[in-house]
């Protein structure tokens, strides 16, 4: 992947931005209203009988939508090129050698 410019970059992270937000909270409102009710109506766990106990399971796969965001966007910064024009990776000069620790 190319270098980004300054406005791709805002807007990358404005769109990450929108998806640390909306991401966990449809989550959350999917899975407390229509996911884990259907799961208590078919399999009968008991642990989704109130609100509460759905709100648990709910609030558990919002963490897990967020976190899933994050690492997307973790991801897609180690893989863009640096303003160095590298991908990041660290080149040995030629003619240097390594430095070797003793014990």
């Known amino acids: 992947m190319a270098g980004l410019t300054a406005s791709e970059t805002l ?33 009968g766990w008991t642990a989704l009988e109130d609100a509460g106990g759905r709100a648990v399971y709910a609030g558990v796969a919002a963490i897990l939508a967020v976190n899933a965001v994050l690492v997307v966007y973790v991801v897609s910064a180690f893989a863009e090129e640096n303003s160095f024009g590298g991908n990041g990776t660290v080149k040995q000069r030629p003619g240097r050698r390594e430095a070797r620790l003793t014990d």
């Not at 937000?21 to 399999?43: C, N």
């Open 11 to 43: 807007m990358k992270l404005l769109l990450y931005t929108f998806f640390m937000f909306a991401a966990p909270l449809a989550t959350y409102r999917v899975g407390q209203d229509v996911l884990l009710p259907a799961a208590h109506a078919r399999y």
